[in-house]
């Protein structure tokens, strides 16, 4: 089988990004060039435009691609949308695939080959597995529209090799080059197209000790979480200013042999968004000096923190630095008043000043937030230390009681199916006490690990 005229339509996946080669347009290639790649060396006279933006919502895919789309004429039409407006946190899904149903119509009367997705299945993912059924019913809606119009469809959600994250990039949003290359395979098996790509093995993911774990958490909050948070806050895409890579249809570049994009990045291990947070994880503990603890630790740390904090009450959450899990580590440690005096100021600049410019940030769609002290009320808590080892925050966003016995608002937890409130906590290390699953499992925004 043989294509003269593809076109590709949609948003960051099918645009290429997580797959980079700086010597193409946005600086990335992707699974739909390297399909193009296939289909260019099988007939002189190809053609290939790739119409995606990153960010992109489905009904704005549908406005501002499908009439530029049906323009080229296209014999192959590839298209993925949707998976934006998932991750929002409310979403009429019937509504967006009826617009879908109708746009998959229009390419398939246009005489098209049409190519769709399903969606991922986040079963295994600790930070998207809470909109697992959003996905679910999306992809159902989506089989249910291929079907009416002779769409050929992508089963992504049954593709359980990429659990593997060795498959995505260190964003941990998007595929990594192994995960493009293994998508283009996916696409042209599926179109029943003959070729020589292998496919790839994902990139090996080294064990990192707890320590550099954290630190590469911190760093993935800091570089894409909160840049994420923040663009979704202030009404602002990832793809505001670029054009599409392919507008008209040419001939794509040759292959190029070995190009892998960045092949030296840190491990995957991923948390709720946007915290650290290391459930697995055992205790370290490290003495203060001249404190034995029956072996040899290291003492205390002096604090470092690489950046000035957020201004308080600043609608710029930029994450929380390293010096905060440092800060609760040597706490967990050392839980007196004197150790809390010494270290007072690390806790100003790099718990509650990040805390703060993050409720601040996500005021306008939770509401305003309190944001709990640092002091342990040991009247009622088992734990007698005098400090709390983590940061909390709480928005009551309930119905006022309709009964004096009824409470306003609450903490929510896993059990809680429509939560009244929403909480939200800096990254914390587990203490070896038991922790109840309303006052721990619950954390930033609403998300559970």
């Given at each position: 089988?043989?294509?003269?005229?593809?076109?590709?339509?949609?948003?960051?996946?099918?645009?290429?990004?997580?797959?980079?080669?700086?010597?193409?347009?946005?600086?990335?290639?992707?699974?739909?060039?390297?399909?193009?790649?296939?289909?260019?060396?099988?007939?002189?006279?190809?053609?290939?435009?790739?119409?995606?933006?990153?960010?992109?919502?489905?009904?704005?895919?549908?406005?501002?691609?499908?009439?530029?789309?049906?323009?080229?004429?296209?014999?192959?039409?590839?298209?993925?949308?949707?998976?934006?407006?998932?991750?929002?946190?409310?979403?009429?899904?019937?509504?967006?695939?009826?617009?879908?149903?109708?746009?998959?119509?229009?390419?398939?009367?246009?005489?098209?080959?049409?190519?769709?997705?399903?969606?991922?299945?986040?079963?295994?993912?600790?930070?998207?597995?809470?909109?697992?059924?959003?996905?679910?019913?999306?992809?159902?809606?989506?089989?249910?529209?291929?079907?009416?119009?002779?769409?050929?469809?992508?089963?992504?959600?049954?593709?359980?090799?990429?659990?593997?994250?060795?498959?995505?990039?260190?964003?941990?949003?998007?595929?990594?080059?192994?995960?493009?290359?293994?998508?283009?395979?996916?696409?042209?098996?599926?179109?029943?197209?003959?070729?020589?790509?292998?496919?790839?093995?994902?990139?090996?993911?080294?064990?990192?000790?707890?320590?550099?774990?954290?630190?590469?958490?911190?760093?993935?909050?800091?570089?894409?979480?909160?840049?994420?948070?923040?663009?979704?806050?202030?009404?602002?895409?990832?793809?505001?200013?670029?054009?599409?890579?392919?507008?008209?249809?040419?001939?794509?570049?040759h292959r190029t042999a070995g190009h892998t994009g960045?092949?030296?990045?840190?491990?995957?291990?991923?948390?709720?968004?946007?915290?650290v947070d290391v459930a697995s994880s055992s205790l370290?503990?490290?003495?203060?000096?001249?404190?034995?603890?029956?072996?040899?630790?290291?003492?205390?740390?002096?604090?470092?923190?690489?950046?000035?904090?957020?201004?308080?009450?600043?609608?710029?959450?930029?994450?929380?630095?390293?010096?905060?899990?440092?800060?609760?580590?040597?706490?967990?440690?050392?839980?007196?008043?004197?150790?809390?005096?010494?270290?007072?100021?690390?806790?100003?600049?790099?718990?509650?000043?990040?805390?703060?410019?993050?409720?601040?940030?996500?005021?306008?769609?939770?509401?305003?937030?309190?944001?709990?002290?640092?002091?342990?009320?040991?009247?009622?808590?088992?734990?007698?230390?005098?400090?709390?080892?983590?940061?909390?925050?709480?928005?009551?966003?309930?119905?006022?009681?309709?009964?004096?016995?009824?409470?306003?608002?609450?903490?929510?937890?896993?059990?809680?199916?429509?939560?009244?409130?929403?909480?939200?906590?800096?990254?914390?290390?587990?203490?070896?006490?038991?922790?109840?699953?309303?006052?721990?499992?619950?954390?930033?925004?609403?998300?559970?690990?």
């Amino acid at each position: 089988m043989s294509f003269q005229r593809y076109v590709a339509l949609g948003d960051s996946f099918t645009e290429g990004v997580g797959d980079p080669d700086p010597t193409r347009p946005n600086g990335v290639r992707g699974w739909a060039d390297r399909v193009a790649e296939v289909l260019a060396d099988r007939d002189p006279g190809f053609g290939y435009a790739n119409l995606a933006i990153r960010g992109r919502k489905l009904l704005p895919i549908l406005a501002e691609q499908l009439e530029p789309a049906l323009a080229l004429e296209p014999d192959l039409v590839t298209v993925y949308a949707g998976a934006n407006d998932i991750l929002r946190p409310s979403v009429d899904v019937d509504m967006l695939v009826a617009a879908y149903d109708d746009g998959l119509a229009r390419l398939a009367a246009a005489g098209a080959r049409v190519v769709v997705f399903t969606a991922f299945d986040p079963g295994g993912s600790a930070t998207y597995r809470l909109l697992r059924g959003r996905f679910a019913l999306y992809n159902e809606l989506v089989r249910e529209a291929a079907d009416r119009h002779g769409a050929t469809v992508v089963d992504f959600w049954r593709m359980r090799e990429y659990r593997h994250w060795g498959y995505w990039d260190e964003d941990r949003m998007h595929m990594g080059p192994a995960g493009h290359q293994r998508m283009a395979v996916a696409v042209l098996d599926t179109l029943g197209v003959e070729h020589d790509l292998a496919v790839p093995d994902p990139r090996e993911i080294t064990e990192l000790a707890r320590r550099e774990q954290w630190r590469q958490h911190a760093t993935w909050v800091r570089d894409s979480a909160a840049p994420w948070v923040h663009r979704r806050l202030t009404g602002r895409s990832s793809g505001d200013g670029l054009d599409p890579r392919w507008p008209t249809l040419a001939r794509p570049p040759h292959r190029t042999a070995g190009h892998t994009g960045r092949a030296d990045v840190a491990q995957l291990v991923e948390r709720d968004l946007p915290k650290v947070d290391v459930a697995s994880s055992s205790l370290v503990i490290r003495s203060t000096p001249g404190t034995s603890y029956g072996q040899d630790v290291p003492s205390l740390r002096t604090y470092d923190v690489p950046r000035p904090p957020p201004r308080l009450g600043a609608v710029e959450f930029q994450g929380f630095p390293v010096a905060a899990l440092d800060f609760y580590d040597d706490l967990e440690v050392d839980n007196t008043k004197s150790f809390w005096e010494a270290h007072k100021h690390v806790y100003a600049e790099s718990v509650r000043a990040p805390m703060t410019a993050l409720c601040a940030s996500l005021e306008p769609e939770f509401g305003k937030a309190k944001i709990f002290r640092p002091y342990r009320d040991v009247r009622f808590a088992k734990d007698k230390t005098p400090y709390k080892t983590h940061q909390g925050a709480y928005v009551g966003v309930g119905p006022a009681p309709t009964t004096p016995s009824a409470p306003s608002s609450r903490r929510w937890s896993p059990s809680s199916r429509a939560p009244a409130s929403r909480s939200a906590a800096t990254p914390s290390r587990p203490t070896p006490a038991a922790s109840s699953p309303t006052t721990r499992a619950s954390r930033c925004c609403g998300t559970r690990r």
